[in-house]
């Protein structure tokens, strides 16, 4: 054996004792990502669990939701037939008055034509005449009484109907609500999908159709998720001052002029509202 | 005048067909969407229509543009009434050629005002 062959041994040697050294120092940190596995395993299939299980109730909470807007939609309805309802009612009252005051006035005519005719039959019955014209004058303030009360019903029937058709158009929270519904439903059932396709990934057991929902998610649905429901006098204003400004050609279409336009709007309003201070 | 009032919203199409009664317009049709909107205007003469922005199958910006593009329709009357109330909103609406724009909630005197506007200018 060559003195080269024994320097080569040794070099190989120095190398393997590195390589155990480097592994001696490696062993805790491998020990290390061995107890980190195992803890992690077990998280990993609870977070599984939790995702299936959460997978599970967003068809849940979808259909909850769909309901509360069918619900609404069907209260909604049920509160317009009663508002059309007192509308007829109210209508046909009104029509009654004014009939009873027809009538009222009509008596009161005819007591007034039978004074008349009494002059003329009798002028030099003046006792009499005096007290027909006495009972003419009382019926006749009988009359103004009954008039004014009927004017007044009919003054309480106005605000009735102008108290329903603002309940009517106040109805216009359920479009808005049921606009801000379908924008949930929607983000919902694109996590439902998202959750079905990671859990089958995850879990070959598992497919998508395992989480598809029992209610139909409308394909075409279209709705605005900004919808509200709140004063929208001063988007109204502001539109009509866009409006306006297109249709005379005059208005700057940048962002910069239109946000003008919007601001003057909404300035405007500022100015109109009434101080909080001067009611007090 | 014959109204057309199109919304997908079976609630909104009473309340603006019961405004356009207490206003006095009493010959009104309803459609559920564009696609539908189209329908009724094929086979009937309608005076005005009213529209939503929002429905399926065709929205209000699409049937505006649909009526637009028909030479017998190009003048008809559109006032849209939706909840979109931002500026690209009404700027979109604008040259989509809608005669006039309200943003819901409404009060049934804009509702007067803006077809007011619309017939006086037409």
Redesign the interface.
Known sequence: MSSLNVNDILGKLNELRAVFVLGQRALPFIEEVFAFLSEVAPLMEEINASMMDSALLVPHATSQLQSISEATKTASAEILDLIDDVMVQSAQYEGELDRALHDVKRIEALGVDTLRILREAIPDRSDVLALVEQNVENGALHVHNLESSIHARRTVIGEIREQMNQIAMSLQVQDCTAQQIASVTHLLDNMRTRMAELLERLDKQSTPTDYTPDYDVPENASFNPDARYENADEKQQAADALIAAMQKGTHDETDAGVDRIFKNAALAMELRRPNDGDDE | MKFLVV??????R??IS??LR?IGYTELQEAEDGLQAIETLNVMPIDFVITD?????M?GLALTKAIRSKSDLEDLPILMI???????D??AA?HAKVN?????????G?LREKIDTILKTA
Do not use: L
């Open positions: 919304d997908d919203s079976p609630t909104m009473r309340i019961n405004s207490d922005w929002n429905m399926p199958n929205n939706t909840t979109r109330g931002m500026q690209e009404v700027i604008m006039n724009y309200i943003v819901k909630p409404f009060a049934p804009v």
